[in-house]
């Protein structure tokens, strides 16, 4: 009845039957077994599948039935209802389950050829073949299931020889084609196992079984790849395909990936490019020239054989007689930058085939925005906001593009600041511009052309040419965004034009950018990407690489929480492979090294196991722990890690890799030089052998190309070089060896700019390898200048002796230097001309530095200075110079009278007379101009935060000034010393914010610290910088003013400033006495009207004296403080004991020695101090500037302020403004 689905079976369900048939008791087992079978298939047309697998194993187990062919029949129908019952019931991936399904099946198919039931056999092969298709994929799924094939196999052959009704049975197409895949799984499983004997001899069995010719085809190719792996000749296996060219070239690349020989191999490959003749094939003809050129390259054939073959290539290209013009684009940038590749970096012919790649790919993205442009609406026509401020929707907080119609970028600022919006994007989705954009039509491999636009990129930055890489970034945004259809790529791509911004500093279009780091990391849609790889589980290893690389450029902007939450999203892909684990360990490593944290840096460097390793990742794993180890101290081991690690690198020198071999062995012998030299861990290593392994390192960068880098170890040469040195001698040497490194560094430097200036026109960004170009001709200069300032001195007071003594002693004095060394004769032979060729190296440097950073500008203003000084001290003799000085500011009358009466008074010559006024002329107008120049430089470096700079600019114009306008001097020593101060403030602050972790303006400051360089110069977002000078009043006050006259005009007028500074050397004691204030009110009572000169000096103090003045100072202090500990712990803190008096006699004899070491400048001071009395002695206040030094020492207690009730002290001028 439930068969028939009669209405009285209405009332009784398929469950309420079975219990029924539980409780029979069956005397005919064969109708037990057909109503069990029955009842199962009734339940699973229910899709009850646990009472359908509960009937059908009852079924299975009945025992006692005839076996007859209707007996089979039933047990082929419960066995292939069971498994589909199991089958069904698996949908959670329990193998157990699905291999018992499988099992079920193959049982049917023993009972269906039993009963000659061909249909039960097929019926139970095709639900086996379509079970079995997701485990095939992977080697352990078909290793799985192999026996399982085997069996079936078996069955379809015995099935295939029976007769039905005098016929035998014939299989349907669908099912030849099942039989095929059985076969093929059968053949990949033996390739899997490297059984390639076992592969072949199957693969010919099979051969014999099958009828259609395109299935022999899927069998004979693993008959192909079998002969290839076991060398047997291949002429005749060929000859099957010689009618379909596209299959006989890729079994021919088959073969060359297949077989180890390396004739074999070039041989296939080249059969592989000569078998596509027909037009249609073309791209890939040109895809299988790159594959061989691939081959060639990593066997290390000669650089004209490979080009040959790229030549080729690029000539079918541009001879395809095809509309997509983007496809020919994308491929040739591709040839073009494997022949860049090939030839090497640092080569003429790189840099030619690169900037021909660039080229391509500018015209690339261009032609398709154009496009875009002229297809999209005009409301469509987008492009990036120019503003630093960037709209936001408020709702979702999504950035929203500024709708402009304009025409495509054309400078580089203009390309910095442009974006593409989605709309646009979509219309270059259009198939109207399927030839003439980018698509997936035209761009057939995106990843592909992903990736070499990524070494484009790394090559421009590597040789100076950044700018250009903003198209390059713009073509990588949309393959990102639509072909590759990754959103954390295009997150990553946003990151780079970002870093490249900062680089350029174009701070507008790094505004802009920076928004995009808030989608960098573990967002939602980096979650929900992670989320879609792992359901489909071949894109999670993209995924993480992604994220690999959002860390690294994260790294390199300085952010690193987020560069953390990158490491953790591509940790959270899975482990990978053993690489990936080694890559992520050396990762966190890194990432722990930049945060500070050595131990966990130590630990997950220890946790890379000791395995053979590619090479770039061992250089990267050399490196990181070297870092790691001058970080923790340990210079000796780190140098010899680094000299270890050069060592097994050369071993595995070969030509297969020789390129990026010594571009890492270049890189990591300079690192290994620079710590020797900069740690001085020299072990048994000389001077000479030191710089002979830093020149050597020089030389093997700018061989591979790495001109910039070469430039970074050049000037620590030539530190090493000055440094180490002991006596006069030694120092002149060491000064022209210095000279002629750099020297040759600066020729190095003009022909790497005139490179870059020859292909970037802008002057409007920073490059940074430009920038490092003119850092190492300043240093040139600089050190030029150190010469000739110690031959000038040298010169000037010669002169004065010489004038003092008679002709004999000058003659005899001239025949004695003949004696001198050779080094230091040609010092001073050199020292002669220095000045000329100096100043005009600077002039020429100042038409290339039109847009420089202001660290560099003006450090450039600071040397022209100098050298104008110089070449002023030159012209005038040491008693004239003052004179002359003074002279500068006087009014054209004074000068005249002042000439005139030397005139009257000498009664000199006429032509004496002009000598001397041509003389004063030319010295006056150097003078004036060394001023100016300096004046500049102080300017520039206030206005960049360059205080260091600021700093020697400030002191210098000190002592050009001081000698006739103390006034204008007091005003440069009072910038000095606020500029010292600053520096000294903010390292101590730096210092505080480090050790307070839970303040609240660490969590601003420490991202300021973490994004300030090394040179000094602050280049902090704008975000923190503007919440700090808004916020936190200790970052206003190390704001140096470029006016201190008008600080001194706001402070009372009661007050007298007085200034003593030492030298950053402290081998001059500078003081002086500020002009009276005059603008603020008065502190306290009104003085009496006073009028205080100003008044400065200098005088040469002793190092040493001082350092015993300050231990002395230190030792009282420790004394005192623990009396003072003693006396608090005893309650004697009102007890005059006797340590108190040993105390005081130290503390007086203290005073005295400071008083005495002071005195040279306090006595020439105290005339300009104002002089009180009994009445005044309320109503003047001192206030002392000191520096660090000072400040430790009782300045208040000195004899000439003991005349005065109210005597305090400061850092600065700037600081006491702000007090």
Known sequence: MLQMSKDAALNITISEVASLMEQCSWEEKDFELQVWTCLGGLAAKQEDYSLSEKCCRTAIDVKGYKKTRRTSTLLAEAWYLLGSALLADSITDSWPMLNTGLDALLNCTRYGIESDGHHLVIRAVRRFWNEVQPLLTSVDGRSSVSTQITHL???????????????????????????????????????????????????????????KPSHRLIVHRYRIL????????????????????????????????????????????????????????????????????????????????????????????????????????????????????????????????????????????????????????????????????????????????????????STTIEWAEFAISDDVLDVLDNSVLESSAISLETILNPRLSFDVLSSLIDSLQDVGLTPLCFPLLTLQQVLASRLIGLKPLSVFVSLKILKICQDLHLLKAADYWSEYVKLAGLTADTTASIKVAAATKHSLPELQEVMLMQMDV????????????????????????????????????????????????????????????????????????????????????????????????????????????????????????????QTAQHGDLTRTEISSLLHESTARLVKVGHVSNAFDVTRIHAKYLLHYRSNETSMHQAQLEARCLLEAACEVADGFLQEVFSVVKSNDVQIPAVLKAMQIKLDHCSLSLEMLEMWTKNFVKQSVEKSKKDLVQVILEEYTERE????????????????????????????????????????????????????????????????????????????????????????????????????????????????????????????????????????????????????????????????????????????SMKNAPTTT????????????????????????????????????????????????????????????????DRSYLYGGVLEKPS????????????????????????????????????QLTEQLDKYLQQSAYHGQTFVMPDEISSLLLEYNELINATDTYLQPVISRLSKALPSVDAEQREEECVVLLADGYLLELPLEKLQAFDVYSSVSRDFSLQVLHHR
């Open 153 to 211: 196999l078996k069955s379809i052959s015995s099935l295939r020889g029976r007769k039905l009704n005098g016929s035998e049975v014939s299989l349907e197409e669908s099912d030849l084609d099942t039989h095929a895949g059985f076969l093929a799984v059968l053949l990949q499983l033996q390739a899997d196992r490297g059984n390639w004997q076992q592969c072949l001899q199957e693969a010919d069995d099979a051969a014999k079984y099958l009828t």
């Open 820 to 991: 001198k060394p050779e080094s230091v004769i040609e010092w001073n032979c050199l020292c002669r001309t220095l000045g000329d060729a100096t100043l005009c190296n600077l002039l020429n440097i100042e038409k290339q530095m039109k847009h420089c950073t202001p660290a560099l500008k003006s450090r450039l203003y600071l040397l022209l200075g100098k050298c104008k000084r110089l070449a002023y001290m030159k012209e005038t003799p040491q008693e004239e110079s003052s004179r002359a000085t003074r002279a500068v500011q006087y009014s054209t009358g004074s000068q005249s009278e002042d000439l005139d009466c030397g005139s009257n008074a000498h009664k000199v010559p006429s032509m004496e007379k002009f000598k001397m006024v041509k003389q004063f002329i030319i010295s006056q107008q150097l003078l004036i101009d060394a001023s100016n120049h300096l004046q500049e430089a102080c300017s520039i470096a206030l206005d960049g935060k360059c205080l260091e700079i600021a700093a020697i600019a400030a002191l210098d114009l000190f002592d050009l000034h001081y000698n006739y306008d103390e006034k204008l001097a007091g005003i440069y020593l009072a910038l000095y010393q606020s500029c010292q101060a600053s520096r000294v403030l903010y390292d101590t602050l730096q210092g």
């Open 554 to 677: 994260l790294t390199e902007l300085n952010y690193y929480p987020m560069a953390r939450q990158c490491l953790e999203a591509a940790a959270s892909c899975g482990s990978g492979t053993t690489l990936m684990q080694e890559r992520l360990l050396l990762k966190r490593a890194r990432l722990a090294l930049l945060e500070g944290i050595i131990p966990d840096a130590f630990g997950y460097l220890n946790a890379i196991p000791k395995t053979k390793k590619s090479k770039k990742f061992f250089a990267e794993y050399i490196t990181v722990y070297a870092d790691t180890l001058l970080a923790a101290g340990e210079c000796s081991q780190a140098a010899r890690a680094i000299a270890d690690g050069i060592k097994a690198l050369v071993a595995k020198h070969s030509g297969m890799e020789a390129q990026q071999l010594d571009i890492l062995i270049a890189t990591l012998s300079a690192k290994h030089a620079c710590v020797i030299a």
């Open 1001 to 1064: 303006l660490l969590s601003t400051a420490m991202q300021v610290l973490l994004n300030t360089s090394s040179s000094g110069e602050r280049t902090m977002p704008k975000l923190y910088s503007d919440e700090l000078e808004q916020k936190h009043h200790a970052f206003r006050v190390l704001e140096v003013s470029s006016q201190p006259s008008l600080l001194l005009r706001d402070l009372p007028s009661n007050f007298t400033v007085i200034i003593l500074q030492h030298s950053a």
């Open 1079 to 1114: 603008g603020g009110k008065a502190v306290g009572k009104q003085p009496a009207e006073t009028s205080t000169q100003p008044i400065m000096c200098k005088v040469e103090t002793d190092a040493k004296r001082l350092e015993a003045l300050l231990s002395h100072a230190r």
């Open 226 to 409: 079998a002969c290839a792996k076991l060398g047997k000749l291949l002429s005749m296996d060929f000859v099957k395909y010689i009618n379909d060219e596209k299959e006989l070239s890729a079994l021919w690349k088959m073969v060359a990936i297949a077989t180890s020989d390396k004739l074999w191999q070039f041989n296939a490959l080249q059969k592989a490019v000569s078998a596509l003749r027909a037009p249609t094939s073309c791209w890939l003809k040109v895809d299988y020239i790159f594959d061989l050129v691939d081959w060639l390259q990593a066997e290390g054939f000669p650089v004209n054989t490979i080009t040959q073959q790229l030549q080729w290539a690029i000539s079918i290209v541009i001879d395809v007689q095809d509309e997509t013009c983007s496809r020919q684009l994308d491929y040739l940038m591709r040839a073009n930058a494997l022949i860049a590749s090939v030839h090497g970096f640092g080569t003429d012919q790189h840099r030619q085939h690169l900037l021909l790649a660039v080229g391509f790919a500018t015209k690339l993205i261009k032609m398709s925005l154009k496009a875009a442009t002229m297809t999209a609406p005009e409301n469509m026509r987008v492009k990036a906001v120019k503003s630093t401020t960037v709209p936001h929707d408020s709702k979702s907080g999504a950035i929203l593009q500024k709708k402009i119609s304009e025409a495509i970028p």
